[in-house]
């Protein structure tokens, strides 16, 4: 059995088959919690990453946060086999880099895409999961945004944009759903997964010049946010807890 203060705890983690969400899964099975996966079109990633995660009872899913019905479904195989959900992190997005400057390359199908992934996906996930997270009082949902919400630098606009949304609506839960469910967002500056893979050494040096930590941040470190906001910070919702070296300072 493993021991933490998740212990007994049940946690989704959206988009959990690599990156961030991966780290997050493992985080929260460090402490203690059984941990569910969901994956797009990722299977094979979804369940190594299920088979590394400490303790036992974990599960791998297959369920796209652009599809209400799959999450519906999801939602009922949940209450079916855990009866409980505690931790819901909506970590499930997608985007393709765009410059800003090139209008006509953000057509309507990616653009819709893109919000319908990042926004309307978290909040049918929460809206099918609500009465689960609200039934010991005690539900926590922590919402994966970025830097780009602020910033309105990321990869395309529609993704900027969807950040800030995704921001926004994390306040109204808030509200909305205390006091039986926390919501928060954790928002990463430049992060080392797959997407920063492709960079050049000196673009990576221009935007570290920027960052007052002078490092770029890991998929660990966001998890570890994620936990602290679960775990260690009980008064806190509505909040937007920022894992970005200190770059709005730069």
């Known amino acids: 059995m493993n021991e933490g203060p998740l212990q007994g705890k049940v946690a989704l983690v959206t988009g959990g088959s690599r990156g961030i969400g991966a780290a997050t899964a493992r985080a929260l099975a460090d402490a203690g919690a059984r941990v569910v996966i969901t994956h797009r079109d990722s299977g094979r990633d979804a369940e190594q990453t299920r088979s590394t ?4 009872g974990h599960r791998a899913i297959q369920a796209s946060a652009a599809d209400s019905a799959a999450l519906a479904q ?3 195989t949940i209450s079916d086999i855990e009866g409980r959900l505690d931790v ?29 992934t990042n926004v309307r996906g978290p909040f049918a996930t929460v809206r099918v999961l609500r009465h689960l997270l609200a039934a010991n009082g ?11 919400a ?14 800030a949304a995704l921001d926004n609506m994390t306040r109204s839960l808030a509200r909305a759903l ?3 469910i926390r919501v ?52 806190t919702t509505g909040a937007v807890i920022p894992v970005d070296g200190g770059r709005p300072l730069g």
């Open 53 to 56: 995660l400490a303790g036992t």
């Open 178 to 180: 205390a006091p039986e």
């Open 74 to 76: 999801l939602a009922g």
């Open 184 to 235: 928060m967002s954790v928002a990463p500056g430049l992060i080392e997964t797959e997407f920063t893979g492709g960079w050049t050494d000196e673009l990576i040096r221009r935007t570290l010049e920027h960052t007052p930590l002078g490092r770029l941040g890991t998929p660990e470190d966001v998890a570890r946010a994620v936990v602290a906001a679960v775990i260690s910070l009980p008064s």
């Open 150 to 163: 602020t910033a309105a630098n990321g990869s395309n606009i529609a993704y900027c944009a969807s950040k």
């Open 138 to 148: 005690k539900g926590v949902v922590v919402n994966i945004s970025s830097i780009a």
């Open 88 to 116: 819901l992190v909506n970590n499930a997005a997608t985007t393709r880099v765009v410059p800003h400057a090139d209008l006509d390359a953000l057509d309507d199908e990616l653009f819709d895409l893109i919000l319908t």
